[in-house]
Structure formats: C-alpha cells, structure tokens
C-alpha cells in the first residue's frame, strides 16, 4: 500500500489524547490478527510528519532511516513538503536506497569492505552517497581497496563534535568525532582537499546533549535546561566557526544538524542548511517528555495474555524487545494499554514471557490484548516483518519493514 502523509486528516481530532477511545479502536481493528501485532496509525504519524515540518520552520528535513526503518514510510515522508534525502546507517543500506533516492548520506563511519567496493566501482551509487568521515585512516582504507583514477570519486562529509566540553560537567553528550575545534575540522578538511578521489561536500554536526534529552521527565529538568542552554550558546557560536573554516577549504552543500528532540533549536542556527529527524514519526515513549513538542504514539506493538499466574498478574507471550542504550528501565518497552500495568522488578519485560502487573491485569483474560509502546522508533522494525496500517480503527493495508523485506543491515 502507498502511504498518503499529505491525506486530509478524517474522523476525530488527535483521537490519542483520549486513550480509551484511541488504544481501543486499535484493539477492534486488529480483534481478526493472530500473535503479536505491530501498528502504525496513519492518522498519528501524519500528524507528526506535519508537526515536524513545522517545528523546522521552513529548514529541510532529512529522514533517519536508523529510526524508521520502513522502506515505505521513508518514501511516503520524502513526497511530503519540508523532506529531502536520507540519512543511513550502514552503507548496505544506503547502496538499496540510493537505488532509488538521489541523496542518500551515511551518517556513520564505515569500514564495510565488501560495500566499499561496490560504491567505488558504481559512478551511479557514488554520485548519489555521500560518506561519513572523521579520521586519515578512513580515507587511507578506501584508497587501499582501489587507487584514486581507478575508481569512482567518493563524497564526502565531515563529522564534527557537537558535545559541549563543561568546564563543571566534563564531556556532556555523545562519542562521537575526535575532531572539536574549528581548527581541527579545518585541518582535516585540508587533508581531504589534498588528496586525490575524494569530494568534501558536507558537514554534520550531531547535539545529542539537546536532541536525545527529554527536559521535561522529572527532578534533574532544571539541571537539564541549564546544561541545554549553555551547550546550545557554545554550539552557536563553534559551529558557525567550523562551518566558516570548513567553507574556506571546500564549499559546502549541505551543514546537517540536531535531530527530533532540537528541531526549533537546530533550525534557528543561520550555519545549518538542514536538520535531521526520525524518531518523531513513529514516536517512541523516551520522546514523551520534552516541553517543546509532543508527538502522537504513532507505531505501537501488541502481545497476546497467555496465562494468569494470580489475579493481579497477566502474562502475555514475550515482550522483552528492549532498545538500545544504557542498560536502564527506560530502555524496556512500556505497556500503554490497559492503563496501570508495570513489569516485575524480577523478570521485567522477557525473552519468551512478560508477566504485567496492576489492578487493570484482573480484568485481563487469556486471549486479551494489551499494547505496548517501544523506547525508541526504529528498533521495533527489528522484531517484526510487517506493520498492520491502521486509520480510523480499522487495518487499510499493511507494509513490510527491513526484515519484512530480508534485509537486516545492523
């Protein structure tokens, strides 16, 4: 099925701000589905797609296919207004895109040899890829498969640390680059400049710091927000320096930044051309809490009660679909419907069963449904072949993820 994301919106308004009535159409229109079922409501994800159009203000998105992971929905959100090209994650996965996208960036490092060699032997694919770069040693890999002239000349982008260096926090945000300062950046971009079959095009700066931390989740929110603004003054001001040294070496096509979490922030900065997001469109539970936005629970999974150890308990048949990340609770899936049931503090949420507990678990019968929301967005699409597409509480079509369609990239 081709997913419209620019369809007048039917039914009633934003219909996930009233539970009942939202996880309850979701159990009527899959009642006819045998085993564990994952969703996506178009009506929601719509509704964060547009969202998301307008939080850019006019910036140009890129899709993170990391945190979406359907082939489908990638194209759908590129036909909408405000989206233009991908972000990948492994370079596998950018040669079966760029298959049939035009501009496709890797948005990591990569050393894959076999795919490598497939780029640098296809003019076509090497023109529509650009890679991920931070290190001589990357560069110095690819020529070591095939010498500069005898191969496609290879994209580039630059990856910059965006973290903020707290003089009372320490290193605050994620590992990412080695390279910080804007004479750092420069410095490499003059190696790459210097060096035959390679074109220095973009430059990406990643603020997980501001992008991946809910400010709105408890006690540490002021604590938060005062890290956010300071780290977010420092990157104004650094990456506007990176981005001017850059240019001086190699014009530049595109300055990449933030991410679902910074889109307003990301977007203000006069240095970025465009921003990043994905996890916004299917909206997993570590997006509940940012004050900024509040996306709809767009893609959810659900799992069938099996048994009933005792009245307070539902076990329903595995469950344990945890995201990445710190080994920590917020990582478990979360059941979001019935309203009131938790995982045991021994078992949390398991392999092959998931005991939930909670006054609503004695209402819960075996063969009963209950959903479940995923930590992040595009990790669920690793447990499922196909999501049911729902609008208005009923299925309208069906469309396969990554694995549905044989592909397991990482």
Avoid at 91 to 105: G, K, R
Avoid at 154 to 161: G, M, S
């Amino acid at each position: 099925m081709s997913i419209d994301l620019l369809a007048s919106a039917q039914g009633a308004a934003e219909p996930w701000r009233r539970p009942d009535e939202y996880w309850g159409s979701l159990s009527t229109a899959v009642a006819d589905v045998s085993g564990p079922v994952a969703v996506l409501d178009l009506g929601a994800l719509r509704y964060n797609a547009l969202d998301m159009v307008v939080r850019s203000s006019g910036v140009p998105i890129r899709v993170a296919s990391k945190s979406v992971r359907v082939r489908e929905v990638v194209d759908s959100t590129l036909r909408v207004p405000g989206y233009h090209g991908i972000l990948a994650f492994t370079l596998p996965e950018a040669l079966w895109l760029a298959e049939d996208h035009d501009d496709v960036v890797l948005g990591y490092p990569t050393v894959d040899r076999g795919a490598l060699r497939v780029l640098i032997a296809d003019e076509h694919a090497a023109a529509r890829i650009t890679l991920m770069v931070d290190d001589v040693a990357q560069l110095d890999l690819i020529d070591s498969l095939a010498a500069p002239g005898t191969r496609a000349a290879v994209r580039l982008a630059i990856d910059a640390d965006a973290s903020w260096r707290s003089s009372a926090m320490g290193h605050v945000g994620v590992r990412r680059s080695p390279l910080h300062e804007p004479h750092e950046v420069a410095a490499f971009a003059r190696k790459i400049a210097g060096r035959d079959g390679f074109h220095l095009v973009g430059l990406m700066m990643y603020e997980a710091q501001i992008a991946g931390q809910p400010d709105a989740a408890g006690p540490a929110d002021p604590v938060i927000r005062w890290m956010q603004r300071r780290s977010g003054a420092e990157l104004l001001e650094r990456r506007a320096a990176i981005v001017e040294a850059v240019s001086s070496v190699s014009p530049l096509e595109f300055v990449n930044g933030g991410g679902t979490g910074s889109l307003e922030l990301t977007s203000s900065d006069h240095a970025v051309t465009e921003v990043t997001a994905g996890s916004g469109l299917f909206a997993g539970h570590l997006f509940d809490h940012y004050r900024v936005f509040s996306p709809a629970p767009a893609a959810a999974f659900s799992l069938e009660v099996v048994r009933k150890p005792t009245d307070d308990i539902a076990t329903v048949l595995g469950g344990g679909w945890i995201a990445s990340g710190p080994p920590v609770a917020s990582r478990q899936p979360i059941p979001a419907w019935p309203e009131g049931l938790h995982t045991l503090g021994r078992e949390g949420a398991g392999e092959v069963q998931t005991p939930l507990q909670g006054q609503a678990a004695r209402s819960l019968r075996v063969g009963d449904r209950v959903w479940f929301r995923h930590a992040k967005s595009g990790e669920l699409a690793e447990r499922v072949d196909r999501y049911q597409l729902v609008e208005n509480g009923a299925i309208v079509g069906e469309t396969p993820t990554y694995r549905g369609e044989g592909k397991a990239f990482l």
